[in-house]
């Protein structure tokens, strides 16, 4: 098996590319893979600061990097979900991949900042731990964007997610979600930019480049994901790629460039006028966001507090700051 651009030894295939690299050419694949999805969909000018929103795993970390490397100004936003040990060593990935590039990393801790975390918060209030994960992480990633004047928040989402996503709003014909399943979302109504630069690469390739690029992330999954109908979606689009390499890429590009305008018109709900929450100030449809009820109804009162931290020349302040967590 030999590098398609090199004639080297390759390390992986890539059947729907029709290729086969060797580590550098991989690296460089993937990193060209992104820059074409940032032009084709218009998701960032050249320099933007972005914050990217880091989880520990492959897909963020990856995106962390080739972002850095394409040359945009980037944060790391990591949020302390208080999911026992999968959270702390989650953060310990973080931490280590910013403190080695010296790169600047926020953290948001749920418990202490906001009094609660996501087992306890989908006990308390009867939403499935992923609702009310997501809800949480959403409304940081825009505070925090704002706050920090950062031109987007970039999301590690990559194919397998959004096609399995796409997969599942098209078995239901969900047409409101069909309408939004964008790669971008323009900034509005004072939300920030949100973008998916990694929609033109599978796990497989995000697993491949921080193996080779020595990036350490967290292999295990969260255990709160079980029952994730998404899981079997991307089985199913999985034995379909199999057999016919390049569906799954084609599924999920060919509704972006030829079928979503459609779903504007007819899933296209009047949206309900913004107004600002009079908790929090974020835009929301009702007096009292949907964060700040979740945060009522999970949370324990705290002194609110945030964390904004330097890492490389301040590793030692940094690593105070952070034990407080
Ligand atoms: S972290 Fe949160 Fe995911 Fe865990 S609780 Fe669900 S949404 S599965 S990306
Ligand atoms: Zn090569
Ligand atoms: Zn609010």
């Known amino acids: 098996m030999k590098c398609r651009s090199c004639r080297g030894p390759a390390v992986i295939d890539l059947p729907r590319h029709n290729a086969n690299f060797c580590g550098e050419h991989l690296v460089a694949f993937c990193r060209e893979q992104v820059r074409r999805a940032i032009a084709e969909f218009e998701m960032l000018e050249e320099g933007d600061r972005v914050l990217v929103a880091v989880s520990g795993g492959k897909d963020s970390l990856a995106l962390w990097d080739i972002l850095d490397h394409l040359g945009y100004e980037t944060t790391g936003l990591y949020i302390g979900l208080g999911i026992g040990d999968y959270s702390e060593d989650s953060a310990e990935f973080v931490r280590h991949f910013a403190r080695e590039r010296g790169a600047e990393l926020l953290e948001v801790d749920l418990a202490s900042r906001h009094g609660y975390d996501i087992p306890g918060a989908a006990q308390r209030t009867k939403r499935t731990p992923c609702s009310a994960c997501g809800l949480s992480k959403r409304h940081i990633f825009d505070r925090e964007a704002l706050a920090g004047g950062h031109a987007a928040v970039a999301t590690g989402h990559n194919l397998d997610d959004e096609a399995a996503v796409l997969f599942g709003n098209v078995l239901r014909w969900q047409l409101d979600y069909l309408a939004r399943q964008r790669p971008v979302l323009p900034a509005r109504d004072g939300l920030p930019r949100k973008v998916k630069p990694l929609v033109r690469l599978t796990e497989r390739e995000t697993a491949a480049y921080c193996i080779v690029s020595g990036i350490d992330y967290q292999v295990e999954e969260c255990p709160m994901s079980a029952g994730n109908k998404h899981i079997g979606y991307k089985e199913a689009l999985n034995d379909i790629e199999a057999t016919s390499p390049g569906s799954k890429a084609d599924f999920y590009l060919s509704f972006q460039r030829r079928a979503v305008q459609h779903f504007e018109q007819l899933g296209a709900t009047a949206r309900e006028a913004l107004r600002t929450c ?33 890492i490389g020349d301040h590793a030692t302040t940094t690593t105070g700051t952070m034990d407080e967590t």
């Open 278 to 310: 009079t908790s929090c100030g974020a835009p929301s449809p009702s007096d009292t966001c949907a964060f700040c009820r979740l945060e009522s109804m999970a949370g324990q009162p705290v002194e609110l507090r945030s964390e904004r931290t330097a």
